[in-house]
C-alpha cells in the first residue's frame, strides 16, 4: 500500500503555490529561541509585582485613595486634537471651549498643587475640551458613562498624535488603560450602540479611512446604505458594522469622515500607499509592488465593473477554427475576474488559444469552461475569446458573465448579453 | 536547562513548514502568522518536555500548533473562508496563465475540500510530514494514513483537473439563480 507515495506531482504544484511565509517571521522566531528560557524569572518578577501590589492597595485604603478613583479618575484626556468623539449618537457640530477643564488629581485635590502630569480628568456628567486653540476633544456624558461601566476605574486616553502614525491625514487615538497604563480591551457588544470617530478629512485622491490594532492599520469598509439610514434615524448598532472589522465609516460632507466602531485603538485616514491590513484583515502586498494585495489598487468596496463600448462584436478568426468573441469592461480595483459564456444556462467552452487579453494572445491548447484572468492593473480590459467551432449560432442569445472577486474576497458579479 | 534532544536547535528548518501547516488550515495571512508565533512560544515554554521518543520536533511543534488552532476556533471561524482568499503573487499584470492562474486553481480546490482534507493537506503539503507522522498526529496507523492520502490526492487531482474540462456537449446545465443581475454591466 504505497500508492500515496505517488504523489511528487502534487508536492511539486504545492511548492509552487505554497503560503509565503511573512517576512522576517523565521528570524524573529529564531532570535527568540536563542534567548535563555524567561519562564522562572517572569514568575519571580510577577510573585514580586504582586507583593508590590497588595502593599500599594493596603497604603492606598488607608488614605481613601481607592475610593477616590473609584468615584473621580474615571477619564483622562491628553492632547491635542480636532476630533469630536461622540458615543452612539449623530454627528454632533464641534464644539469649541476656550477654558481647560478643573483636573481631578488626588494629589491637587489633597494638597493643592499639581504634578507633571500632561493628562486632564474628565467628569463623566461633561462635555469637555481638553485644550484651547483649534484642537478639540469632546466626550459626551453617555460616552463617558457607557465606557467607564465596561471598565471601571478605567482612564481614557485620547491622543490626536498617536505614535507611528506620522503623515495621516487626521489620526486618533483612544485607548483605556488601568492606572498603571495597561491597556484594556473595550469591545461593544451587538446590541450596543458604537462610538463615533469623526475625523476632519476627506477621502478621494487615494485617502481612506482605516483602523490601527496593533498589527498596521487596516482599510474600515464604508457603511451599507441601511446601515447609513440608521445612522440618520439615531439607531446604528454594533451589529449593524462589518462583521469582520466591527468599523464602517461615512462621509457627512466633503470635509469630514466618521468612523464608526465598537473597540477602541487608533483611528486615522491615510493615503493608501499606508494601508497594511485590507478590510478583512489580510496583510498587503507592499505598496506600489504591482502584486496582488497592492494597497494602493484597492478597494475596500466590492469591485465595481462596467461594460466598455456598447457592444459584443462577434467574429471569426484568421488562422483558427470558431468564433470570436470581443469585448470589454472596467474594473476599479485588483481581483481575480472569471469569464464564462452562457447559452440558455449551459457554460460554453471558450478555447485558450486565440484568446486574447489585453493584447496578449494565449496559447495553451486547452478549452476552459471558466477563463481565470488576475486582474493585477485595474482598469480597461478589453478581450477577445475564442469559442470553438459551431457553439456560436446565428441569431441565438447568449451572454458573458464576468465574475470578479477582490483582494477581500467580495464577489460581484456583471453580464452582457450578446447575439451569435 | 535545555535537555540534550533539544527540539529547538534548528527553528529555521521548522518555521516554514510550521507556518505552511497553520496557512493550510486556517488560511495564509495575519492569523496563521500569529499562531505560528503562538505555537512556537509555546514550544519554546515546554522544549525542555519535549521527548524524541514520541515524535520528531516537527511533528511535535505541529501538535502544538493544532492545540492553539483549536483554542481559537471561535476567532477563526469568523475568517473569510478559504477560497475567498486567493494568494496570487504574479510578477506583472500579463502573467495570467502561470503561477497566479495555479494558485487560483490550487485555493479553489482547497477551498471544496472538507475539514477533514485540508487537515491533510496541511500535514503531507504544508508541514511534508510522512505518511507515519501523519497517522501519528491524527491518532491512525500509518496503514490508515497511507489509505487516507491516496483518497486525497485521487480527489485533488479529480478536482484539478475538472477546472480545466470542457463542459459535455450534450448535457444541459440547468440556469443558476442569482444570476439575474442587469442586462449590462
Redesign the interface.
Known amino acids: 500500500?504505497?500508492?500515496?507515495?505517488?504523489?511528487s506531482?502534487?508536492?511539486r504544484?504545492?511548492s509552487?503555490?505554497?503560503?509565503?511565509?511573512?517576512e522576517g517571521?523565521?528570524e524573529?522566531?529564531?532570535a527568540?529561541?536563542a534567548r535563555p528560557?524567561t519562564?522562572r524569572w517572569a514568575m519571580r518578577r510577577v510573585a514580586l509585582a504582586g507583593g508590590l501590589s497588595v502593599v500599594l492597595l493596603t497604603a492606598l485604603a488607608a488614605v481613601g485613595g481607592i475610593s477616590y478613583a473609584g468615584t473621580l479618575a474615571k477619564d483622562i484626556v491628553t492632547g491635542q486634537t480636532v476630533h469630536r468623539i461622540v458615543f452612539g449618537s449623530r454627528l454632533s457640530q464641534k464644539e469649541q471651549v476656550s477654558a481647560l477643564p478643573q483636573a481631578h488629581n488626588a494629589a491637587l485635590d489633597q494638597y493643592g498643587q499639581s504634578g507633571n502630569e500632561t493628562t486632564q480628568a474628565v467628569k463623566p456628567d461633561q462635555t469637555q475640551t481638553v485644550s484651547a486653540g483649534t484642537s478639540s476633544v469632546a466626550i459626551t456624558p453617555d460616552a463617558a458613562s457607557a465606557i467607564v461601566a465596561a471598565a471601571p476605574g478605567a482612564l481614557i486616553h485620547v491622543d490626536p498624535t498617536p505614535p507611528n502614525q506620522a503623515g495621516n491625514l487626521a489620526a486618533v487615538s483612544i485607548v483605556v488603560t488601568n492606572a498603571q497604563g495597561t491597556i484594556i480591551p473595550i469591545t461593544l457588544s451587538g446590541d450596543q450602540k458604537p462610538l463615533a470617530v469623526t475625523l476632519a478629512a476627506s477621502t478621494g485622491d487615494g485617502a481612506i479611512p482605516c483602523v490601527d490594532s496593533g498589527?498596521g492599520c487596516a482599510a474600515a469598509p464604508e457603511l451599507t446604505d441601511a446601515a447609513k439610514a440608521k445612522v440618520a434615524a439615531g439607531t446604528l448598532t454594533c451589529s449593524d458594522l462589518d462583521?469582520?472589522t466591527r468599523d464602517g465609516y461615512y462621509e457627512p460632507d466633503a470635509s469630514h469622515v466618521v468612523i464608526f466602531t465598537c473597540h477602541l485603538t487608533v483611528f486615522a485616514v491615510v493615503t493608501k500607499d499606508k494601508l497594511s491590513?485590507s478590510a478583512?484583515?489580510?496583510?498587503f502586498?507592499p505598496a506600489g509592488s504591482?502584486?496582488?494585495?497592492d494597497p494602493t489598487l484597492y478597494s475596500p468596496q466590492p469591485a465595481q465593473?462596467?461594460?466598455v463600448g456598447s457592444s459584443v462584436t462577434v467574429g471569426s478568426l484568421k488562422s483558427l477554427s470558431g468564433h470570436s468573441v470581443s469585448f470589454g469592461?472596467f474594473v476599479n480595483e485588483q481581483v481575480?475576474a472569471y469569464i464564462t459564456v452562457f447559452a440558455?444556462?449551459?457554460?460554453?467552452?471558450i478555447a485558450?488559444k486565440g484568446t486574447m487579453?489585453?493584447g496578449?494572445t494565449?496559447t495553451?491548447k486547452?478549452?476552459?469552461?471558466?477563463l481565470?484572468?488576475?486582474?493585477?492593473?485595474p482598469g480597461t480590459l478589453k478581450l477577445r475569446l475564442r469559442i470553438p467551432d459551431g457553439r456560436l449560432q446565428p441569431g441565438e442569445h447568449y451572454?458573458i458573465?464576468?465574475l470578479a472577486?477582490d483582494y477581500?474576497?467580495n464577489?460581484t458579479?456583471?453580464?452582457?448579453?450578446f447575439t451569435g | 536547562m535545555i535537555g540534550r534532544h533539544d527540539p529547538l536547535a534548528d527553528p529555521r528548518a521548522l518555521i516554514p513548514k510550521l507556518y505552511r501547516y497553520v496557512a493550510y488550515v486556517i488560511g495564509d495571512g495575519p492569523d496563521a502568522e500569529d499562531v505560528t508565533s503562538e505555537a512556537f512560544e509555546r514550544a519554546l515554554r515546554y522544549r525542555d518536555s519535549y521527548d524524541p521518543k514520541r515524535g520528531s520536533p516537527l511533528t511535535w511543534l505541529v501538535g502544538i500548533a493544532a492545540r492553539c488552532i483549536s483554542d481559537r476556533g471561535a476567532v477563526l471561524a469568523r475568517a473569510p473562508v478559504p477560497t475567498a482568499e486567493m494568494e496570487l503573487h504574479a510578477g506583472t499584470a500579463d502573467d495570467f496563465t502561470d503561477e497566479a492562474t495555479l494558485r487560483l486553481r490550487v485555493a479553489t480546490v482547497l477551498g471544496e475540500l472538507s475539514e477533514r482534507d485540508r487537515e491533510l493537506v496541511a500535514l503531507r503539503y504544508g508541514a511534508d510530514l510522512t505518511a507515519r507522522e501523519v497517522g501519528a498526529h491524527l491518532g491512525l496507523t500509518t496503514n490508515a494514513a497511507e489509505v487516507a492520502l491516496h483518497r486525497l490526492n485521487r480527489r485533488l487531482r479529480s478536482e484539478l483537473a475538472e477546472l480545466d474540462r470542457p463542459p459535455p456537449s450534450k448535457a444541459v446545465e440547468p440556469e443558476r439563480k442569482g444570476l439575474d443581475a442587469p442586462a449590462g454591466i
Open positions: 500500500m504505497n500508492r500515496w507515495r505517488k504523489d506531482d502534487l508536492k504544484l504545492f509552487k503555490v505554497e503560503p509565503q511565509v511573512p517571521l523565521v524573529r522566531l529564531t527568540r529561541a528560557s519562564t498589527n462583521s469582520t491590513i478583512s484583515g489580510r496583510k502586498a504591482g502584486k496582488f494585495g465593473l462596467k461594460q469592461f481575480a440558455k444556462g449551459k457554460k460554453l467552452p485558450l487579453i489585453r496578449t494565449l495553451n486547452v478549452d476552459v469552461k471558466a481565470h484572468i488576475p486582474v493585477l492593473k451572454r458573465r464576468i472577486i477581500d474576497g464577489k458579479y456583471g453580464f452582457i448579453p
